[in-house]
Protein backbone atom coordinates (compact mmCIF):
# COMPACT_ATOMS: atom_id res chain seq x y z
CA UNK A 1 0.00 0.00 0.00
CA UNK A 2 1.15 3.61 -0.84
CA UNK A 3 1.92 5.82 2.12
CA UNK A 4 -0.55 8.61 2.21
CA UNK A 5 0.95 12.16 0.90
CA UNK A 6 -0.32 15.46 3.40
CA UNK A 7 -1.16 18.08 0.58
CA UNK A 8 -0.53 21.64 1.85
CA UNK A 9 -3.52 23.07 2.03
CA UNK A 10 -4.82 25.75 -0.45
CA UNK A 11 -5.03 29.92 0.74
CA UNK A 12 -8.32 30.93 1.58
CA UNK A 13 -7.99 33.44 -1.15
CA UNK A 14 -6.24 34.39 -4.12
CA UNK A 15 -4.96 37.03 -6.55
CA UNK A 16 -3.91 36.73 -9.95
CA UNK A 17 -1.85 40.21 -11.12
CA UNK A 18 -1.36 42.16 -14.30
CA UNK A 19 1.87 44.07 -15.39
CA UNK A 20 0.51 47.62 -16.03
CA UNK A 21 3.47 49.89 -16.45
CA UNK A 22 5.47 48.20 -14.46
CA UNK A 23 3.59 47.52 -11.69
CA UNK A 24 1.57 44.57 -10.47
CA UNK A 25 -2.22 45.63 -10.78
CA UNK A 26 -4.78 42.88 -9.13
CA UNK A 27 -6.68 41.50 -11.86
CA UNK A 28 -9.15 38.93 -10.17
CA UNK A 29 -9.82 37.40 -7.02
CA UNK A 30 -10.58 33.92 -6.24
CA UNK A 31 -11.26 31.48 -3.30
CA UNK A 32 -9.11 28.79 -2.71
CA UNK A 33 -11.11 26.08 -4.57
CA UNK A 34 -11.88 28.25 -7.43
CA UNK A 35 -10.98 26.30 -10.89
CA UNK A 36 -10.17 29.31 -13.02
CA UNK A 37 -7.38 30.32 -10.42
CA UNK A 38 -4.02 29.20 -11.50
CA UNK A 39 -0.45 28.26 -10.75
CA UNK A 40 0.46 31.96 -10.55
CA UNK A 41 -2.47 33.04 -8.34
CA UNK A 42 -0.68 34.75 -4.79
CA UNK A 43 -2.48 33.64 -1.58
CA UNK A 44 -4.60 36.70 0.65
CA UNK A 45 -5.64 36.91 3.88
CA UNK A 46 -9.58 37.58 4.10
CA UNK A 47 -8.81 41.42 5.21
CA UNK A 48 -6.31 41.73 2.00
CA UNK A 49 -9.00 40.15 -0.66
CA UNK A 50 -11.74 42.35 1.17
CA UNK A 51 -9.95 45.30 0.79
CA UNK A 52 -8.79 44.53 -2.87
CA UNK A 53 -13.10 43.56 -3.34
CA UNK A 54 -14.21 47.03 -1.96
CA UNK A 55 -11.96 49.05 -3.22
CA UNK A 56 -13.07 48.38 -6.29
CA UNK A 57 -9.41 47.25 -7.68
CA UNK A 58 -10.04 44.16 -8.80
CA UNK A 59 -13.61 42.51 -9.77
CA UNK A 60 -14.13 38.39 -8.34
CA UNK A 61 -13.58 35.68 -10.94
CA UNK A 62 -16.96 34.71 -12.63
CA UNK A 63 -16.97 31.90 -10.45
CA UNK A 64 -16.02 32.91 -7.45
CA UNK A 65 -18.53 36.19 -6.95
CA UNK A 66 -21.80 36.74 -5.40
CA UNK A 67 -23.36 36.29 -8.81
CA UNK A 68 -21.64 32.71 -9.75
CA UNK A 69 -23.22 31.59 -5.99
CA UNK A 70 -26.55 33.36 -6.07
CA UNK A 71 -27.63 32.07 -9.88
CA UNK A 72 -27.91 28.79 -8.77
CA UNK A 73 -29.21 29.13 -5.53
CA UNK A 74 -32.21 32.21 -6.43
CA UNK A 75 -35.96 30.70 -7.09
CA UNK A 76 -37.33 34.21 -8.19
Given at each position: MRPVRNLPERPGWGVVYLSERERRVP?????????????NTDPLSTEEARRILTEGRSPPATSTGPTASSASSSSD
Open positions: ATVHIGNCPLAGK
